[in-house]
């Protein structure tokens, strides 16, 4: 178990930034955002420090990440895209807007 102290934005910074739709399941935070025929899933996990991502296009799953060492989440204030930070030093960052796009460096 990683036992760095993680933050995660709440529900409210999330849909007010981004858009998205956001629940809370005990300590599980599921984010979901929708573009045309594309849609991400994103999930976080405090407890254990995971990350789910999820990415669908016309409804058929295309991409799945499922990590338990995410260090850092960055938010972009301008709600165009959201990275973030593995303990192996991989950022993957999604783009929002012209149209969903995921890269991983």
């Known amino acids: 178990m990683n036992n760095t102290k993680l933050v ?3 529900c409210n910074d999330f849909m007010s930034i981004y858009g998205f ?5 005990d300590v599980i935070q599921i984010l979901k ?3 045309g025929d594309e ?3 994103l999930s976080f996990d405090i407890t254990v420090n995971s990350v789910r991502l ?3 296009r016309n409804d058929i799953l295309v991409f799945d990440l499922y990590r338990e060492d995410l260090l850092e989440l960055y938010l972009d204030e301008n709600g165009d895209s959201l990275s973030f930070k593995l303990s192996d ?3 993957i960052t999604i783009n929002f807007y012209p149209e ?3 890269f991983i460096r």
């Open 39 to 41: 849609k991400v899933n």
């Open 33 to 35: 955002f929708e573009h």
């Open 100 to 102: 969903i796009s995921i």
């Open 54 to 56: 999820r990415f669908y």
């Open 89 to 91: 030093n991989l950022i």
């Open 8 to 10: 995660i934005p709440s």
């Open 21 to 25: 739709d956001c629940e809370m399941d």
